[in-house]
């Protein structure tokens, strides 16, 4: 549920700056990697916020759904009813040329005062896992709907063994946070994870005790994000502006920070694209991998 999470987040945000605006926001929201249940949940709660926000007249706020990730890109392209997307990084990287073309001002949801994340792979000491080199045949926690986590696992094993990492493993294990997937390995449950940096220090925080028993591997580039919002490049010049005002406003960081701690975000901030560089020649790498090995 992470893409909602920051959905809500973008809602609640931008329905504190626009109150005195007339502008409506038309989400798209992707529903197809849920299951039925899920899909229900999301539908019902966003919904539910969009019933409240146009009730006490907040915000003029549209929600669609989309079970085909391509036709939320043929709408948004044609403002054929969205005008806004939250993006995961790898749908971003996958659609890059396209989403340059017809969006702009993209804002990042950050984890930490870094604009990206960084990852690490732990292992259970007695594993016997001191690098990459030493997973075959060894017991994965993986955590559900982290597909960053995925991606530079699999990106890891095509280039040391030139094979998916479905295929080097003993066995993968999924688990719903990443911080159960730790603990799976620190109480010897798995062989080895992969978790994001700010949980794993989170985690060393709330007991320090964790380090006897689990070691870092090896290390991400910072460059991985979990998700950023694109607006249509016609969205208003006054929109914005009053968008950039009210994200970078001492004042909203201030009224803000114990919101954003709820949901363990650090901020929202405006970027580049140019600041995906780094991201997009790991992936292009990644892609070129995929093809030669799979």
């Known amino acids: 549920m992470i893409i909602f999470k920051y959905f809500v987040l973008l809602i609640f945000l931008i329905s504190n700056s ?35 926000l146009n009730e006490e007249n907040l915000i003029n706020v549209n ?83 982290m597909r960053n986590n995925s991606i530079w696992f699999d990106y890891m094993t095509l280039k040391n063994f030139n094979k998916p990492y ?23 449950k798995a062989d080895f994870c992969i978790i994001d940096k700010d949980t794993y220090e989170d985690m060393l925080i709330l007991n320090p005790s964790l380090k006897k028993n689990i070691t870092i591997i090896e290390k991400s580039d910072e460059i991985f994000f979990y998700a950023f919002t694109s607006v249509h490049k016609d969205i208003s010049f006054e929109s914005l502006e009053l968008l950039n005002d009210f994200f970078t406003n001492k004042k909203f960081k201030n009224s803000f920070r114990e919101f954003f701690k709820i949901i363990n975000l650090y901020s929202v901030t405006a970027i580049k694209f140019e600041d995906f560089d780094k991201g997009e020649q790991f992936f292009n790498e990644y892609k070129d991998l995929k093809k030669k090995y799979n």
């Open 63 to 145: 929600i669609s759904f989309y079970e085909n990730e391509r036709k939320i890109l043929e709408d948004f392209e044609n403002k054929k009813n969205i005008n806004a997307l939250i993006l995961t990084s790898q749908f971003y990287y996958d659609n890059k040329e396209l989403i340059k073309r017809i969006s702009k001002n993209p804002y990042i949801y950050r984890t930490n005062e870094l604009k990206n994340s960084q990852l690490f792979m732990i292992a259970n000491k007695n594993s016997k896992i001191n690098s990459i080199n030493d997973i075959k045949n060894k017991l994965f926690a993986n955590s559900l709907y």
């Open 18 to 52: 626009y109150s005195q605006s007339k502008e409506t926001f038309s989400f798209g929201i992707s529903i197809s990697d849920y299951s039925i249940a899920e899909q229900n949940r999301i539908k019902n709660l966003s919904l539910g916020l969009q019933r409240k």
């Open 166 to 188: 479905e295929q080097i493993i003993k066995e993968e294990t999924i688990s719903t946070k990443t911080s159960t997937a730790l603990l799976d390995v620190y109480f010897n």
